[in-house]
């Protein structure tokens, strides 16, 4: 009970109050067992719970405690909870020290209860108990890489996972994540190569429970492995730009480490940009460099040492010193063997200024500069500069002395070189008479005509021999000096051969320069007999230097006649072993015949002698050329023969050459000391050029110019051994040379102001020309110091120079001399003042008094010059101009010029006045000019005055014959008076035999005073043979000589072709008018135009032989009866016609157009006719020749007579004259082959299209002068050709065309019908059509076009046009003008203005526009401008009416290129013009086409440059061009091709124009293993040309060694159909620069199961908007200025661990970089997964069959697109938030299309929500493939396997993510499957038994999208042609628009990509019908085609490697690249990538 109890002041009460007392009892009736999550000792994390109080009434908290006791001793709460809850979350890293309770107490609201509920608490420590020390087998600093394990801890139950760090210290400071493993899983983990230490030199691993991860880790040091070589390399290639050697390394410490050494060239120190060079297993340290590698772009070779794990990044670099070391230059050669094709001389060059490496000099003759045909000379050692070149050394082809430098290790092979000039010198007409009577003996006079030139000859000599061959040749005489051209044979001369039949023999005459007599001489018949020692020997007994002694010996003469005939011997020492130079040793006596010795005494000089001989002497005369020669031995080691040529022309002043001979035995000698000595003997010597020290071998030194002579007298060259220098030098005296000329002296000859002509004299210098080279001429200044070369040097021996007429004498005062020498220009010339001379004329004045029209007389007068000193001679001209070089005309001695000139129209100085008489004046001449002359020349400026042309005459006579006699005229003459008949005295009139008064009678008719203008003609005057009246003028001069006429009317008319009688009464014979009659035959039919004679007979009258005649003979026709006139034409005479020939018929001829080439056949068939078989393009052929005229009865009309031309496309009016013509003529025009008798058709007729053809009337107009008969023309209309229809072979072209005549075309004279063979019977001569052929041409796109064309009578007006084809035809009006595409085409085009008048070219300009588009090209001859009013011309195209080509192709040079390793080299180029000459070069990157600087490719086996394959016609449009059979070692990569049509040798400069093609450049390994499937992503570029791509592809090394597959384990690499492309998912970024190649950063695993079907789409590439952030405002940070910071993007795969499943995955990387943003070491990781709950609950227990894909890793981002088996899977993006994946789904095969939504999460988490599927092919399908059109639409392909259609479907997708699809379109057929089992079936698979066929590569289909309506799909069917296909799309509609084949049958691996805009496409594939290879296929796409909406252009095709590929993939770059990845199967099965460039139609 509890009582209560009061109490009062006093006492407490005794009964209290109370009540019962009842105990609450509430304790936790039990707590469980606390399972700790803290995996670290003294510290725990988990749930505590308990059991609930069992009355919780008065509980208000539950209490938590750790403790030391179950009694809560030193407890530590741990945390309490409200009423009702029965546990507590205790946070990980709880510290409990040592306490090892948990205390539960309650708590009511007045206090916590002291007994709690308890349970022991067991502290969970795990710690990894051992960590293996990593082995860094990442060889770079501060980078590790390896595999780590660890130890196991023996009680794992509550690890979760193992977490391994990096740290900078064990407590984990500053760690980095390397990785992580699944409880259960080998504890070993992999660091990846590259992972970057920086501060972090410990490895940490913890244990993570499903709480927390541990704070204690178990730790090691990281021991950092860092090779750093110190290589270096000594380029012994003494080639620029190439390099050779040995590259070598220092081993390091760690070689143990190290797997292999990779050394490559790069671009910098780093690596960039990196080739290959070689690669050795550790434990080496050499890598030779091949001679000759060329060195390109690269600066470093750097070795990169390589683990069995990784390649290092940073390499050891070594700097490139390229040692180019060739000879500074090549002298010029002078060949001193004088014979044709033989040299012989020294060859000199200078040596380079570093010799260090050079080892020795070789010298060539070649055919070229560049060595090539090269014969070897000899070689020279380091030091030596000459090489003595033998004479009667072959010069075969040889062109030029080339000289290569040669180190330790290879001769350089780019030489320096000299050309080379052949000396051929010989005598001529040699001649020899023998004065000597003796038999067997010769003498007399030997003679010959010298050279041509003799400037190489030092001597003759003459020789007696055999035969002219020269055989046995013996000499006679001495040599003969130049100059002397005999030869004396003294009598007793010994001939050299005796034979049965007498003495025979030839006298031979050689020339012979200072190096040796010429092999072949020129010879005359002589005799011989020869009696010679037959032994001899001479020892030296003489030790002294160039002293001997000794006795000479010899044995007697075989030869027994010989012997008989010699008396005496004589020994004589020579200068060399012809003996041409001898002298007697000793006493010289002769030796009696029968002695045998000769003592030659001690110390004799040795002097220049080199060999001893013994002559035989008869009684008569000594032997000229003995038997034998012994050589003599002179053992001295000083120097010999020093020479010292002073080449310094100025005076006292010395420099030069100085040359010695070494002694033969040059063992002690160190080295030789030049010297300037005062003396012989060396006195004052004092060194005079450097080198100071000249090593044994070099033996000239050179000496500068401007040495001063001082003192010096001698050059002294000593030799030094090892102890001293010799005492005795030998020397050189010095000649100081002066060249300086004398006597300068010029006189001014050019008589015009300013400047100056005449000769330039002087004397040769004092001391002669020897030394002397050239002379030079100047104008110059005094003193001088700025001068102007006159002329071209001057050789010695001439000592003038002529001024040319009008020298610009400008403000120089003087003129000046120098002489040169070999060496250098004298310093000083000889200079002489200089003074103009001017003799021009003045005050020129003339009056005309001759009263002619173009004709002039009178006297001229001037004023003489001030100076007449230089003028010899004055002349008159007329001239065009007042100005110099104005066109003239001499006046020349005559009466029709000056009577009082001398001949050549000359009148003497001083002459001021000349008569003119009768002067033609030429249309344009309108001044008289009077030139002065001096002795040298005319001067150019003359004195002129304007000529007034003065003519007077009558005109519009008029005449009446009054006289009705026929035969007699009479009656009034009258006329008007004209002109300036003021200066005229009378008119005189006459009758003549011509309109130009020639016959006229003897006396005028009449003298008629001027005022006065008829004359009365009295009646009965005989017209005898007078045809015209003529009026003259004259003046008080002359009478004019062209007088004013009136032809005589007394006729009748009669039409050609006719038979005609002019009085029917009696009988009437015609004749020809020039006959008279009785005397001229009958002409019964009218044959020509003019005049004919009616002639009468009378019987009865009188005549010589008798009373009366029968009048049936000629000779009875006697009586003139009248006139009869011949009615017809004059013939159109044939003209002077050039036919210029440009491009052959057979040129340029397309697969469209070979037709129209025969149009242009047939036409110059036509045109040339007999000449057309010998035709040469291009060329200028003189076709036709004028003909003279035929004038008929009037042959002083022939000048109304001409020549009749029409053009093609301009109005062709045909004019003709003759004798009464008729307005009712007409005319047609025939081929010349037909007569004019022919029907009017084709192919007779000349159907031009536009001409009047035949023309049945005329018009007349007046003659060209009064009194001229009357001119008719026939208007034909216009030629024109193809404006109204197609050319064909029938249509006529330029060229000559009969014109006939018919006088009344459709009746005759007698008014019948006539057959139209009779209409135009009349041969009127020729009309001769000008104008262009039709042709056929082709112009390359991106060049510059230029045409010749072919045609007759072309222009300077000429023009081309271009229409489109499809437009319209040539002169058709509104034709549009051509796109603005073809904006840089010159349209129109004017001819180019050539020199030679050729008119025939033309320069189109540079087109860019659609490959194989036509175009009309069209011909105007001379169209206009502007319209009449001077506006622009509104239809410019309608004025060329002239159709030359009506499809006028423009053609893009492309070619095959398949020219890889060990295949042949085949290059097929398409384009135009190639023709048989044509030649392709193939050169290195960067040189350009063109350029001369480029290099050409230069590789074993292969044959560059190259030409066209034969046949080919003259040109066409494809050329082969085999440059090897098989390519034994490939060309460099990225090599350009090279075209040129006729090139004249190997430089680029004659290879212009490139023709671009898929060019490959380096490929790099980016994977070294084998890989497994790949696809590349693009995620940016940069303008710079810098890429970021991504490669996904499988890492075969991390399969595990079997894969589950239904009935079995197998092994997962030898699986084919399941696994041969799978790996584990992997990615590596890389870097494409400016390198050309893309360097990989290491790779990294985000999938680590096997994995294929690869297929990713960049979703962003910069933080954080593109990320699908666009919303976030300002806080998102400036997406376009921030950096690169990673790319976010999704990569679709195929899961194949269990291949029966194979689902398709999505899964988003996120790619940033592991180190600075720079540097490529970038990886693409997993991104972050999304949870709505964070950390998500039942992490631990998330079962794989609900995740979101098939990933391990359950934080991943990722999606299944299909949970079933998937095929051909490909992701696309649509926008940065939305993608779009196609597959083949599941059994039923089924094509499928899904959206995928891409969420963001901040701040870096991510959600992938997959759509509903979207069946696009209920059947089964294979090969699917989709490409983005826009953000919404999209198009898919694919294979349809039951049809065997390729079809496309369009897709668009709605807000709430549906598919709205339009209907598929059909693109074509083939299998693409590689199953040939019926449709449906199945097939078991081999491997592991799955009821399915795996294909494995699904990639035979390829689609891109060019733009929102366009798109390109590419198939390629099994065993046919591959196809390309145009998709245009509209909505959801898609068509089929054009098709393009492939250049395969069995293509695979295709990826077709867009280049750039909407225009270009790349197709990468591989050939299954060329052995695997891969190939890229440019493609154009073309809008607006030929009048076609669309098309596809074929370009280049490029064969890409030797070797299969598999898995080949590409993505584009830009509009110029593309990236591809294959793997290689060529043994290594590696992973490569290839930067393809695609230039083509770049502009």
Same mark, same amino acid.
């Given at each position: ?7 009062s002041s006093l006492v407490e009460q005794t009964t209290p109050a109370a009540v019962a007392l009842a105990d609450s009892v509430a304790s936790a009736s039990s707590v469980s067992a606390m399972t700790d999550l803290d995996l670290d000792p003294e510290e725990v994390g988990g749930n505590i719970t308990w059991s609930l109080a069992t009355d919780e009434t008065l509980v208000e908290n539950y209490w938590v405690y750790h403790a030391a006791s179950a009694t809560g001793e030193n407890r530590t709460l741990l945390g309490n909870v409200a009423v009702g809850q029965d546990f507590i979350f205790v946070p990980a890293n709880t510290y409990i020290g040592s306490n090892d309770y948990i205390l539960v107490y ?193 600066? *470093? #070779? =750097? /070795?990169?040492?390589? +683990?069995?794990?990784?390649? @290092?990044? &940073?390499?050891?670099?070594?700097? !490139?010193? $390229? %040692? ?75 062109? *030029? #002395? =080339? /000289?290569?430098?040669? +180190?330790?290790?290879?001769? @350089?092979? &780019?030489?320096?070189?000299?050309? !080379?000039? $052949? %000396? ?89 320069? &200072? ?300 003129i000046s001399v120098y002489s040169r020498s070999a060496a250098a220009e004298q310093t000083t010339p000889a200079v002489m003042s200089c003074s103009d001379v001017r003799g021009t004329v003045s005050n020129l004045a003339w009056q005309d008094e001759d009263l002619d029209p173009q004709q002039i007389g009178g006297t001229a007068s001037w004023q003489l010059p001030a100076d007449e000193s230089q003028t010899s001679h004055y002349r008159v001209y007329l001239a065009t101009g007042a100005a110099a070089g104005s066109s003239r005309v001499l006046v020349g001695q005559g009466s029709g010029g000056m009577p009082g000139a001398q001949a050549g129209g000359l009148l003497p100085a001083g002459t001021n ?1131």
């Amino acid at each position: 009970h509890i009582v209560v109890y009061t109490k009062s002041s006093l006492v407490e009460q005794t009964t209290p109050a109370a009540v019962a007392l009842a105990d609450s009892v509430a304790s936790a009736s039990s707590v469980s067992a606390m399972t700790d999550l803290d995996l670290d000792p003294e510290e725990v994390g988990g749930n505590i719970t308990w059991s609930l109080a069992t009355d919780e009434t008065l509980v208000e908290n539950y209490w938590v405690y750790h403790a030391a006791s179950a009694t809560g001793e030193n407890r530590t709460l741990l945390g309490n909870v409200a009423v009702g809850q029965d546990f507590i979350f205790v946070p990980a890293n709880t510290y409990i020290g040592s306490n090892d309770y948990i205390l539960v107490y309650v708590s009511s609201t007045l206090t916590e209860q002291t007994t709690p509920t308890w349970v022991a608490l067991n502290d969970t420590v795990v710690k990894v108990p051992y960590i293996a020390a990593l082995t860094d087998l990442d060889l770079d600093y501060d980078q590790v890489g390896g595999v780590v394990s660890w130890t196991l801890p023996s009680d794992e139950r509550l690890v979760d996972s193992y977490w391994t760090y990096f740290a900078e210290d064990a407590a984990g400071l500053n760690r980095s994540l390397l990785g992580y493993i699944l409880q259960g899983q080998e504890p070993v983990l992999n660091v990846s190569a590259e992972t970057a230490l920086e501060s972090r030199r410990q490895l940490l691993v913890y244990a993570r429970s499903s709480l927390q991860e541990q704070s204690t880790p178990a730790v090691i040091a990281i021991s950092d492995t860092f090779i750093n070589l110190s290589p270096s390399l000594v380029d012994l290639d003494l080639d620029a730009n190439e390099l050779g050697g040995n590259f070598t390394w220092p081993l390091p410490a760690d070689d143990n480490l190290v797997d292999r050494y990779s050394v490559f060239w790069a671009q910098s120190a780093a690596g960039a940009s990196r080739l290959a060079l070689s690669e050795v297993l550790s434990g080496q340290d050499t890598v030779p460099v091949s001679a000759e590698t060329a060195k390109g772009v690269q600066t *470093h #070779l =750097v /070795v990169y040492s390589s +683990s069995s794990m990784a390649e @290092q990044t &940073t390499p050891s670099a070594f700097a !490139l010193s $390229d %040692s180019a070391v060739s000879v500074q230059s090549v002298q010029a050669m002078t060949d001193l063997d004088l014979d044709a094709n033989e040299v012989g001389g020294t060859a000199e060059w200078t040596r380079p200024g570093y010799e260090t490496l050079v080892e020795r000099y070789w010298v060539y003759l070649a055919t070229s500069l560049t060595g090539t045909g090269r014969t070897l000379l000899g070689s020279a050692l380091a030091g030596e500069s000459a090489l003595n070149v033998s004479a009667d050394t072959p010069r075969g082809s040889a062109s *030029h #002395l =080339v /000289v290569y430098t040669a +180190s330790a290790l290879v001769e @350089q092979t &780019t030489p320096v070189g000299e050309a !080379l000039v $052949d %000396s051929a010198v010989s005598v001529s007409t040699v001649a020899a008479a023998d004065r000597d009577l003796d038999q067997g003996q010769f003498g007399g006079e030997i003679t010959w005509n010298p050279p041509g030139s003799t400037a190489l000859v030092a001597d003759y000599l003459v020789y007696l021999a055999e035969d002219v061959a020269g055989t046995n040749r013996s000499l006679i005489g001495s040599p003969v000096p130049v100059g002397i051209n005999k030869a004396d044979a003294q009598p007793e001369s010994e001939l050299p051969v005796y034979s049965a039949g007498g003495f025979t023999g030839t006298v031979l005459v050689y020339t012979r320069s &200072t190096l040796a007599e010429q092999s072949t001489g020129v010879g005359a018949s002589v005799s011989d007999v020869l009696s010679s020692v037959t032994s001899i020997a001479f020892p030296d007994r003489d030790l002294d230097a160039l002293e001997v002694g000794g006795t000479v010996t010899w044995s007697a003469p075989s030869n027994p006649s010989g012997l008989f005939h010699t008396t005496h011997y004589l020994v004589y020492f020579g200068e060399s072993s012809s003996m041409s130079t001898r002298s007697r040793p000793g006493s010289g006596l002769a030796v009696p015949a029968g002695t045998f010795s000769f003592q030659v005494p001690a110390e004799t000089a040795l002097a220049n002698w080199t060999h001893v001989a013994v002559y035989t002497r008869s009684s008569l005369v000594e032997q000229s050329t003995p038997g034998l020669r012994f050589p003599i031995s002179d053992t001295s080691s000083e120097p010999l023969d020093v020479t010292f040529l002073d080449d310094d022309l100025d005076a006292a002043e010395l420099g030069g050459t100085v040359l010695w001979t070494p002694a033969s035995d040059v063992a002690k000698v160190s080295y030789y000391r030049a010297y300037f000595a005062q003396g012989a003997a060396g006195q004052a010597k004092s060194i005079c050029c450097t080198p100071t020290e000249i090593i044994v071998g070099t033996n000239h030194l050179t000496m500068l110019t401007d040495n001063p002579l001082a003192s010096w007298t001698h050059v002294a060259v000593y030799a030094r051994s090892s102890l001293a220098e010799m005492t005795t030098p030998v020397v050189a005296e010095i000649n100081d040379t002066d060249g300086l000329v004398q006597d300068v002296a010029f006189v001014d000859e050019d008589l015009d102001d300013v400047d100056i002509m005449g000769r330039i004299t002087w004397s040769p210098p004092a001391d002669g020309e020897a030394r002397i080279v050239s002379y030079q001429t100047d104008l110059s200044d005094f003193p001088v110091t700025q001068r102007s070369q006159i002329g071209s040097l001057v050789s010695p021996g001439s000592y003038y120079q002529d001024v040319p007429e009008n020298s610009r004498k400008g403000s120089y005062t003087h003129i000046s001399v120098y002489s040169r020498s070999a060496a250098a220009e004298q310093t000083t010339p000889a200079v002489m003042s200089c003074s103009d001379v001017r003799g021009t004329v003045s005050n020129l004045a003339w009056q005309d008094e001759d009263l002619d029209p173009q004709q002039i007389g009178g006297t001229a007068s001037w004023q003489l010059p001030a100076d007449e000193s230089q003028t010899s001679h004055y002349r008159v001209y007329l001239a065009t101009g007042a100005a110099a070089g104005s066109s003239r005309v001499l006046v020349g001695q005559g009466s029709g010029g000056m009577p009082g000139a001398q001949a050549g129209g000359l009148l003497p100085a001083g002459t001021n006045t000349t008569l003119l008489m009768e002067v033609g004046v030429p249309s344009g001449y309108a001044y008289l000019s009077v030139f002065a002359g001096s002795s040298l020349a005319e001067q150019t400026t003359p004195a002129s005055t304007t000529i007034n042309d003065i003519h007077a005459h009558g005109e519009n006579i008029a005449f009446q014959d009054k006289d009705l006699d026929a035969g007699d005229v009479g009656g009034r003459i009258s006329w008007t008076p004209h002109g300036s008949t003021g200066q005229g005295v009378h008119y005189a009139v006459y009758l003549a035999q011509s309109s130009a008064g020639a016959g006229r009678t003897q006396t005028p008719l009449g003298t008629i005073p001027i005022g006065t203008n008829f004359l009365d003609l009295p009646v009965d005057t005989a017209a005898e043979s007078y045809t015209h009246i003529v009026v003259y003028v004259a003046s008080t001069l002359i009478e004019q000589t062209t007088p004013e006429f009136l032809a005589l009317q007394d006729y009748s008319v009669c039409p050609m072709g006719t038979n005609c009688t002019t009085i029917p009464s009696l009988e009437v014979r015609i004749i020809h008018g020039s006959s008279n009659c009785g005397c001229g035959p009958e002409v019964t039919t009218i044959q020509t135009h003019g005049f004919y004679k009616a002639c009468y007979c009378l019987p009865d009258a009188p005549r010589a032989y008798g009373t009366s005649s029968a009048c049936d003979m000629d000779g009875d026709f006697t009586f003139l009866a009248g006139t009869v006139l011949g009615m017809g034409p004059e013939p159109a005479r044939l003209a002077a016609l050039t036919l210029v020939l440009g491009q052959s018929w057979e040129f340029g001829i397309s697969d469209l157009t070979t037709h129209y080439s025969g149009v242009y056949k047939a036409m110059l068939e036509y045109a040339a006719g007999s000449l057309f078989s010998s035709l040469q393009f291009p060329s200028v052929v003189q076709l036709t020749n004028a003909s003279d005229p035929v004038c008929g009865y009037n042959p002083s009309a022939c000048d109304l007579v001409g020549e009749v031309f029409c053009t093609l496309g301009e109005l062709c009016v045909v004019r003709l004259n003759g004798t009464s013509m008729k307005s009712e003529n007409g005319i047609k025009v025939l081929r010349t082959s037909y007569g004019c008798e022919t029907a009017l058709a084709a192919p007779m007729l000349a159907l031009f299209e536009g001409l009047t053809n035949p023309q049945s009337s005329c018009t007349r107009s007046p003659g060209h002068k009064a009194g001229y008969r009357a001119v008719h023309d026939w208007d034909l209309a216009r030629p024109t050709r193809g404006s109204t229809a197609a050319v064909t072979t029938d249509e006529p072209g330029p060229g000559v065309y009969r014109l006939c005549w018919g006088y009344y075309p459709t009746l005759n004279e007698s008014g019948v019908l006539l057959h139209q063979y009779q209409q135009y019977p009349i041969d009127a001569g020729v009309m001769m059509m000008l104008g262009p052929f039709a042709m056929d041409f082709e112009c390359s796109l991106h060049f510059q076009c230029e045409i010749k064309i072919s045609g007759i009578g072309l222009a300077s007006t000429n023009k081309v046009y271009l229409i489109e084809s499809a437009l319209g035809r040539c002169g058709m009006a509104g034709i549009p003008r051509l796109d603005a595409e073809w904006s840089a085409v010159s349209n129109p085009a004017t001819v180019v203005q050539d020199s030679e008048g050729l008119y025939n070219t033309y320069y189109l300009g540079i087109a860019t526009g659609k490959s194989g588009a036509s175009h009309r090209l069209c011909w105007a001859h001379d169209p206009p401008e502007t319209e009449d009013d001077g506006s622009p011309l509104s239809d410019p195209p309608s004025h060329f009416r002239v159709e030359i080509d009506p499809d006028f192709l423009w053609i893009r040079f492309t070619a095959v290129v398949d020219c890889v390793l060990g295949r042949k080299c085949n290059i097929t180029i398409y384009g135009s013009g190639i023709g048989p000459t044509s030649e392709i070069l193939l050169i290195t990157n960067p040189g350009q086409c063109g350029d001369a600087s480029a290099e050409a490719v230069e590789v074993v086996g292969l044959s560059n440059p190259t030409g066209v394959e034969l046949p080919v016609v003259a040109s066409s449009t494809a050329g082969v061009y085999i440059l090897a059979q098989e390519t034994i070692e490939a060309p460099p990569y990225g090599f350009r091709i090279c075209w040129g049509p006729n090139p004249s040798n190997s430089s680029a400069v004659n290879y212009p124009l490139e023709v671009y093609y898929p060019m490959q450049h380096q490929p790099v390994i980016f994977f070294q293993n084998r890989v497994g499937a790949m696809t590349l992503v693009r995620l940016d570029g940069e303008r710079g040309g810098r890429h970021r791509v991504l490669a996904l592809y499988g890492d075969t090394t991390k399969l595990p060694a079997t894969t589950k597959a239904l009935g079995g384990f197998y092994d997962a690499r030898m699986d084919y159909d399941c696994c041969n492309m799978t790996g584990f998912a992997s990615g590596a970024m890389l870097q494409v620069d400016g390198s050309n190649r893309a360097l990989p950063s290491g790779g990294y695993i985000f999938h680590d199961r096997p994995s294929d079907t690869f297929s990713a789409a960049a979703l962003s590439v910069r933080e954080p908007r593109a990320q699908g952030l666009e919303g976030c405002g300002s806080s998102c940070g400036d997406d376009y200025t921030s950096k690169h910071t990673d790319y976010v993007l999704a990569a679709g795969f195929r899961d194949m661990s269990s291949p029966e499943k194979s689902p398709g995955n999505i899964m988003m990387l996120k790619a940033r970089p592991t180190g600075p943003q720079w540097a490529p070491t970038w990886q693409a990781r997993r991104a972050a997964q999304y949870f709505g709950r964070t950390p998500p609950r039942g992490i631990v227990d998330y079962e794989v069959e609900f995740r979101r894909c098939t990933t391990p890793d359950p934080l991943a981002a990722c999606a299944y697109t299909s949970r079933a088996r998937s095929k051909s899977l490909k992701v696309v993006r649509l926008s940065s938030t939305r993608l779009a994946a196609a597959f083949v789904d599941g059994s039923s095969d089924h094509g499928t299309v899904v959206i995928i939504d891409v969420i963001h999460h901040l701040p870096d988490e991510w959600e992938l929500n997959v759509g509903l599927k979207k069946v696009v092919n209920a059947r089964p399908t294979s090969n699917i493939d989709l490409a983005a059109l826009s953000a919404t639409s999209l198009i898919v392909a694919f294979a349809d396997e039951t049809s065997r259609n390729i079809q496309a479907i369009v897709l668009q997708v709605t807000d709430a993510d549906n598919l709205v699809a339009g209907a598929s379109v059909e693109l074509g057929t083939g299998n693409l499957t590689q199953d040939s089992t019926d449709t449906g079936s199945e097939e078991v698979n081999i491997t592991n038994s799955t009821p399915w066929k795996y294909t494995e590569t699904h990639r035979r289909l390829s689609v891109c999208a060019l733009s929102s309506t366009k798109a390109l799909v590419a198939f390629g069917p099994i065993g046919f042609t591959a196809e390309m296909i145009l998709v245009v799309v509209s909505g959801v509609s898609a068509s089929r628009a054009v098709v393009m084949s492939l250049r395969s049958n069995n293509i695979d691996d295709i990826s077709v990509v867009p280049l750039g805009a909407t225009k270009k496409a790349m197709c990468i594939y591989r050939d299954e019908a060329d052995d695997g290879v891969a190939k890229a296929q440019e493609v154009d796409v073309y809008d607006d085609f030929n009048g076609a909406s669309y098309a596809l252009g074929p370009g280049s095709l490029s064969t890409l490697t030797h070797f299969r590929t598999e898995g080949l993939v590409a993505v584009s770059l830009n509009a110029t690249g593309v990236l591809m990845a294959y793997r290689a199967m060529d043994g290594t099965e590696k992973g490569v990538v290839s930067l393809i460039a695609a230039t083509f139609n770049a502009n």
